[in-house]
Each structure stands twice: as structure tokens, then as C-alpha cells.
């Protein structure tokens, strides 16, 4: 599979990885059998079924120690709901 690079933050009061952008950079697995390589095998087929995702290759920009907004909302909804 190719990869894709993600730029965002990196929340450590939860796992979650925010992506804030796609940088452009991209990397070719050089595999014949991804849609997405030069490599690619079967390049003008129509009935490809070569997987065509990209991979993300995360870079981190930012380390927040709290979780993400996600977390937090789904966090106070359960608080309330117990009430």
C-alpha cells in the first residue's frame, strides 16, 4: 500500500490522532498489486480489484495532554445522562 502523510495533533488523555491537514507527500510502495504504485500491474483495467487506499504515515504536530473534543463531549454526555 502507498502512504499519505497526515499532519495533526496527538491527544494522550485519550488515543486519538486529530488530523488537521494532508501535507501532499506521498510514498510509493512500488507494489504490482496496488492501484495506487507506477508498479501497478493491470494499469487500464477495468475490473481492477486492486486495493486503491492510501496508508497514513502520521506526523505529529502538536502533544495535548487532554483528550479530544469527541472524548470530552461523549464524557459529559454520560455524565449527564447518569444524573
Known amino acids: 500500500m502507498c502512504w499519505e502523510e497526515s499532519c ?8 486519538h490522532f486529530v488530523i488537521l491537514y494532508y501535507s501532499g507527500e506521498k510514498w ?10 507506477a508498479a ?3 494499469k487500464n483495467s477495468r475490473s481492477c480489484s486492486c486495493p486503491r487506499t492510501y496508508h497514513e504515515r ?20 454520560a455524565r449527564v445522562r447518569r444524573r
Not at 8 to 15: D, E, V
Not at 28 to 37: A, E, I, Q, R, V
Not at 58 to 77: F, H, S, Y
Open 40 to 42: 501497478h500491474i493491470h
Open 58 to 77: 502520521r506526523r505529529v504536530l502538536n502533544l495535548i495532554q487532554e483528550p479530544c473534543d469527541a472524548c470530552k463531549e461523549a464524557a459529559l454526555a
Open 28 to 37: 510509493d510502495c512500488g507494489s504490482p498489486t496496488c492501484g495506487l504504485s
Open 8 to 15: 495533526g495533533n496527538q491527544h494522550r488523555g485519550c488515543p
